[in-house]
Structure formats: structure tokens, C-alpha cells
């Protein structure tokens, strides 16, 4: 069996920056990749300092697929991260760094994959998320989807203004937003049946956020009836 060759890295340059909370922020890229990079996929960015040593971190594609040459990273700032300070605080529209990909295979929804589609996103875990949801009114606008996101407060909540239009101008797509610390509660058992009620049964359901948000959210699914081989988790985090 011959192995896949691996990924080679690539240069990428910063052709636009945009805020998009106070923690995050958007960086448009201009990259050669070999292939489109499909929703859910990430890319791996590397930093090298002039002493030599370098930092990786792992960042999911916010953008839906598309053939223009560049993709779209959310990326939290942090002051302890190595690479998500360099974003936050030295990147400039100009400047050019190293990445590679676009990298994944399991959690990645494609148009004739179909639906009814279930997204579950905490916190940042929403953007491949939002990658399918771009896809979604592109190619398959036909598809029912829902998403639950679930975040701390509304100013900490990724794309919310777009998740909110397109709630409100696609029809066959339903948000509920859960602000765990202005009333709304943490993800349950009652608000999976109530986005279940709102949906039907899913044929796909994709999860994505930290680990133990997202083992009690499939925990939840797999009890209110979801075939486990219909669910797709990404996890960050210990």
C-alpha cells in the first residue's frame, strides 16, 4: 500500500483582517491550495521565529468551498497562545505565513450529503460550522438545517448578526441560540428535543467545541434516538 504523500506547506498571505467580537477576529488569506478545501476541513499555520523555532497550531476554514484562492480563519486571541497572540497582536494585512492543508476528511459536510442537518457548536467550535452553513446556501439552500450554539454571552457570539439573517431570510434554516449566562441554559436533554422538534430527525448531526461540551452533546443525541454513526464530532482542548 502506498503511503499519501503529506501535505506540503504552503505560504499564505494576510489580504484582510476584520473584527468579528472582541476576542476574534477574521483573516482572509490568499493561498495555492491543490484542491478546494471542503466545510468542516481546517489548515495547520506555522510560526518560525528568527531563532528557528517554530510553533503549530491547528485553525478550522470559516469559509464555505470556493475556487478563488482563498479562505477565511477565525482565530481567538490569547495571550498565552503563541500563535493566536501573533494574530491577535503583530499580523497585518500584508504579512505572509506558512500553512498547510486543507487537512480532514471525517468532519466535513458536502451538498449531496443532504439532510436534515444538525449543527452543534460551543463557543468557537462554531465556525467549521458556520463553513457548512455558508456551503449549505450556496449549493443545498433545500437542505432543513439547524444549528444550537451554545456561547457564554451574546458579544462573545461568532457571526451572530449573519447566523441571525440567515435565520431569518433562508427558509429550511432555524437557530437557536443559548447565551448561558443571560438566561438561556446550557445545552440539555429538553433543548436537543426541542431543536429536534424544530428540525425532525436529522440525517447528519455535527458537534463541535470544547471536549467535554461536546461528549455531553453527543451523550444527549445518542439518548434521544441518533444513530451514533450519524454523528461527527471536532474537539479542542484537553
Known amino acids: 500500500m502506498i503511503e ?4 506540503p506547506w504552503l505560504s499564505a498571505t494576510i489580504i484582510g483582517i476584520t473584527p468579528v467580537t472582541a476576542q476574534v477576529k477574521s483573516f482572509r488569506l490568499a493561498v495555492a491550495f491543490d484542491r478546494i478545501a471542503l466545510a468542516g ?19 478550522s476554514i470559516a469559509s464555505a468551498p470556493g475556487n478563488d484562492g482563498t479562505i477565511e480563519l477565525m482565530v481567538e486571541g490569547s495571550a498565552q497562545g503563541e500563535v ?15 500553512l498547510r492543508g486543507p487537512i480532514g476528511g471525517a468532519f466535513v459536510w458536502r451538498a449531496q450529503d443532504g439532510g436534515p442537518l444538525l449543527l452543534i457548536g460551543g ?13 449549505r446556501a450556496e449549493a ?22 449573519e447566523l441571525s439573517r ?11 441560540l443559548s447565551l448561558t449566562r443571560e438566561g438561556g441554559r446550557r445545552i440539555d436533554a429538553t433543548l436537543v428535543g ?10 447528519h448531526a455535527y458537534l463541535c467545541g470544547a471536549n467535554p461540551f461536546v ?9 434521544a434516538g441518533l444513530p451514533p454513526g450519524a454523528i461527527r464530532t471536532e474537539r479542542f482542548g484537553g
Open 215 to 223: 461528549s455531553a452533546a453527543a451523550d444527549l443525541l445518542v439518548e
Open 84 to 98: 493566536s497572540s501573533f494574530f491577535d497582536g503583530v499580523a497585518e494585512v500584508g504579512d505572509t505565513i506558512e
Open 41 to 59: 476541513q481546517h489548515v495547520d499555520v506555522r510560526l518560525t521565529a528568527p531563532d528557528g523555532y517554530q510553533a503549530q497550531r491547528s485553525y
Open 194 to 203: 426541542e431543536a429536534l422538534t424544530r428540525l425532525g430527525q436529522p440525517r
Open 4 to 7: 499519501p504523500s503529506p501535505l
Open 140 to 161: 443545498a439552500p433545500a437542505v432543513p438545517a439547524l444549528l444550537l450554539y451554545s456561547v457564554r454571552h451574546g458579544a462573545e457570539a461568532i457571526a451572530r448578526d
Open 166 to 176: 440567515r435565520a431569518r431570510d433562508e427558509p429550511g434554516f432555524d437557530l437557536v
Open 123 to 135: 463557543g468557537s467550535g462554531v465556525v467549521p460550522l458556520l463553513a457548512m452553513l455558508r456551503h
